[in-house]
């Protein structure tokens, strides 16, 4: 039993992305390498509940936070789970373990006036770079989308008639996200000046001064830059855009679950965080229903 197995199977059966199966990989090595360390006689068939609770309590005395733990602890718990299930193990040392307690950091997010001065059409060149930086930042703000799902869009994925985009997520789970008139005006403008202005590589959407698909790490340059010149929030990430969308649509109405499928979630739980951003909703229910409001 190896743990390369393991990752194969994240690889092709549950079509994990590399990023995933890296960390998986990382997060099993370094338990691995804990175990043959405390004893070389040790196999992954041989170690019980013990090692691991002993490895969880080494990892919190070097310092790791609550947060890295449970990641690494839900890798390895993955991992026996696969084995089990293939009769490679008779029994789950790490079933009945449980994670440490962690306090879940609240999504931040831009006000709608942040927002609203950002994608101000004057503080943006009518250039190429202007016209495709504006769609970046508008894109994440009006579909939601992660950072890997936008860097992946291709032209064909984009429909401007019927206003809306396919996306492919998680687990290569596809979804289509609806937009509004702006951002299809934008999008066509974009387009046109793209196509006249730089000769294309690829069918990606977005991409580079020499035609390349935009990278995710230029992606972050460009959003980091523009949410410092008009918000002083600690993060200035896209994931920042993905939580100001949802907090968004919460607040102007919008039911949970509609927002679990447009953001692509596979649990509400985790859509629910954002539930506590909408105090101006609470607001004005609140103002609209109570009697002494």
Not at 6 to 17: A, I, K, P, V
Not at 40 to 64: C, H, P, S
Not at 240 to 257: C, K, P, Q, S, Y
Request: hydrophobic share 35%; aromatic share 8%.
């Amino acid at each position: 039993m190896t743990v390369k197995e393991f990752l194969d199977y994240m690889s092709q059966e549950l079509n994990r992305s590399p990023r995933t199966i890296s960390s998986y990989a990382d997060d099993l090595y370094t338990f691995e390498a804990y175990f043959l360390k405390k004893d070389e006689g040790l196999t992954w068939e041989t170690i019980d509940a013990d090692i691991i609770r002993d490895w969880m309590e080494a990892m919190v005395d070097k310092g790791n936070s609550p947060s890295t733990v449970a990641r690494r602890l839900s890798a390895v718990k993955g991992f026996f789970k696969f084995a089990l299930v293939r009769g490679m193990v008779t029994s789950d040392p790490a079933h009945a373990i449980l994670s440490p307690k962690r306090s879940r950091p609240l999504p931040q997010f831009l006000k709608e006036n942040e927002m609203n001065a950002l994608l101000d059409k004057q503080v943006w060149g009518d250039g190429f770079e202007g016209l495709r930086d504006r769609l970046i930042i508008m894109m994440f703000y009006e579909t939601g989308v992660r950072l890997s799902e936008l860097v992946g869009l291709d032209d064909e994925a984009v429909n401007l008639m019927d206003k809306y985009i396919k996306v492919t997520g998680k687990g290569n789970k596809q979804r289509v996200i609806p937009f509004g008139n702006e951002l299809k005006s934008t999008i066509k403008e974009y387009v046109e000046e793209r196509n006249r202005s730089v000769s294309r590589k690829t069918q990606a959407l977005l991409v580079s001064e020499a035609g390349s698909r935009i990278g995710p790490e230029m992606v972050r340059r460009i959003v980091k830059e523009n949410l410092a010149r008009f918000c002083s929030l600690k993060k200035k990430s896209p994931h920042v855009l993905r939580h100001t969308f949802a907090t968004a649509m919460l607040n102007h109405g919008a039911d949970i679950e509609s927002l679990k499928q447009l953001l692509g979630h596979s649990r509400l739980s985790t859509t629910e965080i954002y539930t506590h951003t909408t105090f101006e909703q609470l607001k004005r229910v609140y103002t609209e229903a109570h009697p002494r409001a």
